[in-house]
Structure formats: C-alpha cells, structure tokens
C-alpha cells in the first residue's frame, strides 16, 4: 500500500483555503483564479483576478530514522491583482495589500493543514514594488513543517 504524500495534501490544503475566500466570509475579496503552478500575471483573464498561485514548495529535509524524515516546506504562493484605474497606483497598492491580508488570514485559519503539518508559519511577503501596473504581485513564503516514512518500495 502506498504512503499518504504529506506534502501534496499540505499543499492541497494550501489551495482550498485560499479558493474558500469569499466577500461572504468576511474577506475584502472573492477568490478568482486559484491554482497549483504558476501563470504568467498577462495570461490571467479579467474575470479571474485577484488570482493566487501556489507556485512551488523547496524543502529542507532530516532525517529521523531510516524510514522516517522530517521536512520544513517553503511554499512559494504568487498573488496577482488588477485596479481598471492604472493611472490611481495608490488603490492599485490597497487591492494588493487587501488580497495579501484575505490570503494570510484563510492560511492561518488552519496552521496544522488538515493535520498533516505540525506548524504553518509566514515567513515573508515580497511585492513587485510598483513595476506591474496596471497589475500588483506578491509572493508569500509559507513555511509548513512534516514528518513523514520514506517509500518502502512496497
């Protein structure tokens, strides 16, 4: 029987959290495009932003025993939105702001990721400094920590 992969369902986990954002639920937002990969922000159609990509997930991994390992995750998440006003940079800035915190409340409404992660933690928010109008990006670096048994071949 196969192992359950920790890792794909922490980054699962990831991507549900961040497509249940809703103006409903309080969120300055509705979630438009969210996905695991990463799409350049010019081939996101209007109707999909602000958009979330879950880009890519670098790990850092230990060993515990022969079989076991434990892994620290940084997972890339690429936020994208658009302002139809390109010439007004300051609400363009607003939106982003506004869709980087609806995005780091949904990941912290669950640190353990459905229980397969022992911690989920924000590392760091990088943004495009203004270079994108009449878009705004930013990248949040979610650390999640696991443990999980090596593939027994069997």
């Given at each position: 029987?196969?192992n359950?992969d920790?890792?794909d369902l922490?980054l699962?986990?990831?991507k549900?959290?961040i497509?249940?954002i ?7 937002f ?5 996905e695991?990969?990463?799409?350049h ?5 209007t109707?999909?932003f602000p ?12 060993n515990i025993?022969n079989?076991k390992?434990?892994?620290i995750?940084?997972v890339s998440?690429v936020?994208y939105?658009?302002?139809a006003d390109?010439?007004n940079?300051?609400e363009?800035?607003r939106?982003l702001?506004k869709w980087?915190q ?8 669950d640190?353990?990721r ?5 911690f989920?933690?924000?590392e760091?928010?990088i943004?495009?400094k203004?270079v ?10 979610v ?11 069997g």
């Amino acid at each position: 029987m196969a192992n359950t992969d920790k890792r794909d369902l922490i980054l699962d986990n990831i991507k549900t959290a961040i497509s249940g954002i809703t103006t409903g639920g309080g969120y300055n937002f509705t979630a438009g495009e969210v996905e695991r990969g990463l799409r350049h922000i010019e081939e996101v159609p209007t109707d999909k932003f602000p958009a979330a990509y879950i880009a890519g997930a670098d790990e850092k991994r230990e060993n515990i025993t022969n079989k076991k390992f434990k892994s620290i995750m940084t997972v890339s998440v690429v936020l994208y939105v658009e302002y139809a006003d390109a010439n007004n940079i300051a609400e363009l800035g607003r939106s982003l702001s506004k869709w980087i915190q609806d995005v780091t409340n949904a990941i912290y409404n669950d640190i353990t990721r459905g229980g397969y992660s022992t911690f989920t933690e924000i590392e760091d928010v990088i943004d495009d400094k203004g270079v994108l109008t009449p878009y705004a990006g930013a990248e949040i670096l979610v650390s999640c920590d696991y443990r999980a048994q090596y593939a027994d071949g069997g």
